[in-house]
């Protein structure tokens, strides 16, 4: 093992790992290493997970991500279920295998367990939601995905993901907003809340109008209580919360690399700064022009 190897591991790690003392990557006929094990497992082994909430992960974050495990190690193991010959499929821990596979590691050590479709939806779901940068639209969708594709209620969910029944629901009721409303709390145009004042509004116009004003006019959460209790006073005219508008200089950007890349480049903007950067593709070929347009290069080796 090379020492960029061990150091990548992380110390404690590669003691239990390389210990004679804990039998704890044992072999069996199915594969290389039993399920309940935990062990170093190669990353071209690891498929990804089908049941990911989460398609978009931040390059800079991730490649931070994979600076420190080159400096201090994996400190926590990823999680595996068992496919067959050594074959694995990720439970949890996207963002350390991909930024594993940035800093160059050939395997990486993981826990094997051994689960059915729901248990991995489940497990990934709540893996997702406690992730610390997600808005409360994303938890909420998380919320309502276990409870419908898991079957399970609220009392359990709040079970399994640590909170208490309240909060749970108040999450879940979020759903039950309009959707430029969703959109803002998803922005981060208004903040959580902001939105579980609106829902307290049962006038769908009403609810649109209060959000726009909150937004137009910088309320205070504690402003939006005592407005919700003048509600009758507000104007029943429907209104649509718009997104921020893009600043010249960035659409202008936006053009200049859709020239670039001799593709459609999407940017959307919330007030407060926040937004993507979207290029779609409609094949591989296509998707492999624009890595070349940026001067990168496409790893044939594991197509």
Known sequence: MTNLKKRALG??????????????????????????????????????????PREEFDDTALRELADSILEQGIIQPLTVRKMGYDKYQLISGERRLRASKLAGLTDIPAYIRVANDEQMLEWALIENIQRENLNPLEIAISYDRLIEECDLTQDELSKRVGKNRATVSNYIRLLKLPAEIQA??????????????????????????????????????REVEKLVKQID????????????????????????????????????????????????????????????????????EHL
């Open 11 to 52: 110390r404690g790690l590669n003691a239990i790992l390389e210990s004679p003392e804990t039998d704890i990557t044992s072999r069996d006929i199915s594969g290389s290493f039993v399920a309940g094990a935990i062990a170093n497992i190669p990353l071209e082994n690891i498929e990804q997970n089908p049941f990911q």
């Open 184 to 221: 803002a709390l998803r922005d981060g145009s208004i903040s959580m809340g902001h939105a579980r004042s609106i829902i307290n509004v049962d006038n769908v116009p009403k609810q649109l109008a209060l959000a726009r004003k909150i937004i137009n006019d910088g309320l205070s959460v």
């Open 233 to 300: 006073t507000l104007p029943l005219t429907p209104v649509r919360v718009q997104k921020a508008a893009v600043p010249e200089k960035y659409e202008n950007l936006r053009e200049t690399l859709q020239v670039k890349l001799n593709a459609r480049v999407k940017l959307n903007r919330s007030a407060n700064g926040k937004g993507t950067l979207t290029i779609p593709f409609k094949s591989d070929a296509e998707f492999e022009k624009i890595i070349s347009s940026l001067g990168l290069q496409v790893d044939r």
